[in-house]
């Protein structure tokens, strides 16, 4: 599916102990400040979003001004800029079809749906200096995959220590 004429991005906030959330409901308030304008700056520019039903739930009102696409086994009808896709190499190919340029913006259940069709040319991963513990993981523990990419970019955000790394595909 990814080719010359699409681009698609993913975009992760990670605890220094590899979590996404604290749980499948919560709308991330423990990421820097630049990460989230740095967020907020790329999916201006992104075509449409690609998220996991919780994480559409926990970021609703920010995410239905915008193509959004939801990646879900539990179907609902499209309303307004908001489309439901099963998670389905066909159906998610046929949903991305009309965009340019797709932002992947978890949970752990569409990373792990984008990864294992090596579907991701670009990942920017942030890793934030907080440990929280408990919560979710970056990745579901079942994946059973190995991907590989290059390191492209590496910056530090903040004064704090808030990292960006940045990957493409190999």
């Known amino acids: 599916m990814s080719n010359h004429a699409k681009t698609i991005t993913a975009y992760a906030a990670l605890s220094l102990d590899g979590r996404i959330a ?3 409901h919560e709308f991330v308030r423990w ?3 630049e990460d989230w304008d740095f967020f907020q700056s790329e999916l201006s520019q992104a075509d449409v979003v690609v998220v996991g039903a919780h994480t559409f739930l926990a970021a609703k009102e920010r995410l239905e001004h915008r193509n959004t696409i939801v990646l879900s086994r539990n179907m609902h009808d499209a309303y307004g800029t908001v489309a439901y896709c099963r998670p389905e190499i066909g159906a998610i190919t046929h949903a991305l079809a009309p965009y340019r340029t797709v932002a992947v913006i978890g949970g752990s259940f569409v990373y792990r749906f984008f990864l294992e069709r090596a579907l991701i040319d670009v990942f920017h991963i942030t890793i ?3 440990v929280l513990g408990s919560g979710i ?3 579901a523990a079942d994946a059973h995959c190995e991907w590989y990419f290059a390191h492209a970019t590496s910056k530090q955000l903040n004064a704090r220590g808030t990292v960006m790394i940045t990957y493409t595909r190999t």
Do not use: D, N
């Open 22 to 24: 604290s749980t499948s």
């Open 31 to 33: 990421t820097s400040r």
């Open 128 to 130: 934030e200096p907080v």
């Open 137 to 139: 993981h970056f990745l």
